[in-house]
């Protein structure tokens, strides 16, 4: 992660900054925004956040960010069933598409890291009560 440099963006105001924290929140929204995204890949860190009950928008992105530009990894778990090159390509336009709207930062590169595949589990059928149904 890069801080952006303190002279980013300057008004009769004063000057703006913008946290690589909040350019990793956006992607990670736009990312799970896409069909086809079962969730985000992180590490051992944002394993143990989530257990701890904080949900980290930020999961499964990293950033890097200098004063006018942005290149953003992105890494997911697929759901099965869904192309992969078609999946990647929407979140790799849904991500720049997101940051640029919001920050004004052009993003030069989205690179998108499938680490799973998730398959649908079968929903099972609700089972009566299994002594109710012995007993009449």
């Given amino acids: ?44 860190v944002n394993g143990i956040t989530e257990l701890l009950g904080r949900k980290n928008f930020a999961k499964g992105i990293k950033v890097n960010v200098g004063q006018r530009e942005a290149a953003i990894d992105v890494s997911i778990v697929m759901e099965f069933g869904h192309r992969i090159p078609e999946v990647a390509g929407k979140i790799q336009q849904n991500v720049k598409l997101a940051i640029e709207s919001m920050t004004g930062l ?30 009449k």
């Fill in 1 to 44: 992660m890069t801080i952006i440099a303190a002279d980013y963006e300057k008004t009769d105001m004063g000057t703006i900054q913008i946290a690589p924290e909040v350019i990793e929140v956006i992607a990670g929204l736009a990312t799970v925004e896409v069909e086809g995204v079962a969730g985000m890949s992180g590490g051992f």
């Fill in 106 to 135: 052009s993003v030069v590169e989205v690179n998108v890291h499938i680490h799973d595949v998730q398959f649908k589990t079968a929903e099972k059928p609700v089972e009566e009560d299994s002594a109710a149904l012995r007993v």
